[in-house]
């Protein structure tokens, strides 16, 4: 690589999937760019991807250019998009050092006029492995130092980081510390105090814990559509914004399911159960609850009174060919991530780092 690239680089890397690493890898971003004009973002493999100008690109890099205002080629920083068969094909056909010139060649453009450059990997240390070119790997190829993302309390996230370190240090990857993540609020002191002092005898920094923000967690109607096979059958498309609080399953009788449908809540039900329907639009017309929507399941889809009732009521309708609690399991699996359009969650996110996270810090072992 040539003379462009910038001092300054640091691989954000998490224990697991879903630890918040692109929700900190975020805040990051915004904090820098506190602190220096040009700050660049590429995250080299990416795994979920969209079509932006004819390119699949990675869905986190759409996100930090958006979100973030990163002046750089969307392409460039989604040098890889992972499609359906890739695996596949590299195990027969190989075409490692393509890979490696795809990447390198987009972190150089990157990287110029840039004071410091943020790379997001994608999952753990080991992850992109079966292609040759892991977390591990592609930190060492870009001469990056690497912050792990981990979450929870204090057992599992050490294990967890001894593991992840073991595959960077093999690759010759200097990790300089650790952010932890969604930790209980209430366990905060205890566990930021014991996770510390077990952190320090094994020789690694701890640059910040972040506290649970069920915010950050909260899907939205339009999560559910685009993530899970349903679709929505009412015509209130303003519903889709919606944010989900709590889910639940209605398969009970009606006064026993409305007394734990709370502000907020998904109600997933078979599509008969008009006696749940109209005990619901009874209590909503009283102004006592303001749900996020209903998933009628079964393919079932009640008759046109109730479908009315509901659209005046201003009640999104979706519909699964499922049954209730595959349709359920399906809704809770989601991953649920930050999107473009989502102002509250970015400010949220950046706020939490700039408050939790020491910055500076970081940026004095990056010099």
């Not at 979100?67 to 695996?87: H, N, Q, R, Y």
Request: net charge positive; with cysteine.
């Amino acid at each position: 690589m040539g003379k462009a690239i910038t001092r300054r680089k640091i691989f954000i890397a998490a224990t697991r999937q879903n630890d918040g690493k692109t929700t900190i890898s975020l805040g990051l971003i915004n904090a820098f760019k506190k602190r220096f004009k040009n700050v660049g973002f590429i995250k080299p493999v990416g795994q979920r991807y969209v079509i932006e100008d004819g390119y699949k690109v990675d869905e986190d890099s759409v996100l930090i250019e958006k979100v973030c205002g990163i002046s750089s080629c969307l392409k460039d920083m989604s040098p890889i998009a992972i499609e359906k068969g890739f695996t596949e094909k590299y195990i027969k056909i190989g075409g490692h050092d393509k890979l490696v010139s795809d990447i390198t060649d987009s972190f150089e453009r990157i990287c110029k006029r840039k004071k410091l450059v943020v790379i997001e990997g994608t999952g753990h240390a080991g992850v992109g492995s079966v292609f040759d070119l892991s977390n591990a790997r592609v930190a060492n190829l870009l001469g990056a130092k690497v912050i792990l993302v981990t979450a929870g309390g204090i057992g599992k996230p050490i294990d967890e980081i001894e593991l992840n370190m073991a595959l960077f240090e093999k690759e010759g990857v200097d990790v300089i510390g650790v952010i932890v993540n969604k930790v209980l609020p209430s366990k905060y002191k205890k566990i930021k105090r014991v996770v510390k002092m077990a952190l320090k005898k094994k020789g690694i920094e701890l640059f910040g814990l972040i506290p649970y923000t069920p915010q950050l967690s909260m899907p939205t109607i339009q999560h559910v559509l685009e993530e899970a096979d349903i679709k929505l059958i009412s015509k209130n498309k303003a519903g889709a914004r919606n944010k989900i609080r709590k889910i639940l399953v209605g398969a009970m009788e009606p006064q026993e399911a409305l007394s734990y449908i709370e502000d907020g809540s998904l109600l997933i039900t078979p599509g008969d159960r008009e006696d749940i329907f109209m005990a619901l639009l009874n209590k909503k017309s009283k102004k006592k609850v303001s749900i996020a929507g209903i998933v009628l399941t079964g393919g079932i889809v009640p008759n046109k009174k109730i479908m009315s009732l509901m659209k005046k009521a201003r009640i999104p309708v979706l519909l699964s060919k499922k049954h209730t609690y595959a349709a359920a399991a399906e809704i809770h699996d989601i991953a649920i991530k930050i999107r473009p359009d989502d102002k509250e969650k970015t400010k949220i996110a950046t706020k939490l780092v700039e408050k939790y996270v020491d910055v500076n810090r970081i940026l004095a072992k990056i010099r």
